[in-house]
């Protein structure tokens, strides 16, 4: 089996440094928005933070302005 490299498009869950590439928002700022312990769109492996692609992006979708 060879090690496969996805793209950010097909990956389900992206780093801060992904994410922030993928939807042209800032690290920082997707950083402030995910730090709530009941946020619905990160997923928390010991201390590394990692972006729910699709519910993270039918928030952004839904929402005004950031």
Avoid: H, Q
Avoid at 30 to 59: A, H, Q
């Amino acid at each position: 089996m060879k090690n496969k490299t996805l793209s950010i498009s097909e990956k389900s869950l992206l780093t801060l440094e992904e994410a922030a590439a993928y939807f042209n928002i800032g690290i920082n700022r997707i950083r402030t928005m995910t730090n709530g312990d009941d946020c619905p769109y990160v997923l928390w492996i010991g201390s590394k933070r990692l972006i729910k692609r699709k519910p993270f992006e039918e928030y952004l979708y839904s929402s005004f302005s950031l």
